[in-house]
């Protein structure tokens, strides 16, 4: 059973930081594609970021400000946001594109979601 756990999340100022974590708990399970989505209020899901080897994908609205790692070891998914505006203010969930122990078929897992709040 693989599943999606997620940390980091908080209430911080305007132009501060904060990173999120997201950590792949299953066992033997290979990840492949991961990154995070934000639903903010009276707004959809977007995608945030996502990354997958070495390539990235960015939201234009956080371009230059956030930056999405992985630590395929750990099998862990950060993202580090900086410079962090009202409009970030959102639940953050993580999604990772996995494969089970000698699967060819993939599996998508999302996370439950952590709030981040951006406010003065």
């Known amino acids: 059973q693989v599943q999606l756990v997620e940390a980091g999340g908080g209430l911080v100022q305007p132009g501060r930081a904060l990173r999120l974590s997201c950590v792949v708990s299953g066992s033997n399970w290979i990840s492949n594609a991961m990154g995070w989505y934000r639903q903010g209020p009276r707004k959809e899901r977007e995608l945030v970021a996502n990354?997958?080897?070495?390539?990235?994908n960015y939201a234009d609205s956080v371009k230059g400000r956030f930056t999405i790692s992985r630590d395929n070891g750990k099998s862990t998914a950060d993202l580090q946001m900086n410079s962090l505006k009202p409009e970030d203010t959102a639940v953050y969930y993580c999604?990772?594109?996995?494969?089970?122990?000698?699967?060819?078929?993939?599996?998508?897992?999302w996370g439950q979601g952590t709030l981040v709040t951006v406010s003065s």
């Open positions: 990354i997958r080897g070495g390539s990235t």
């Open positions: 999604h990772a594109d996995v494969f089970p122990p000698f699967s060819v078929r993939s599996v998508e897992v």
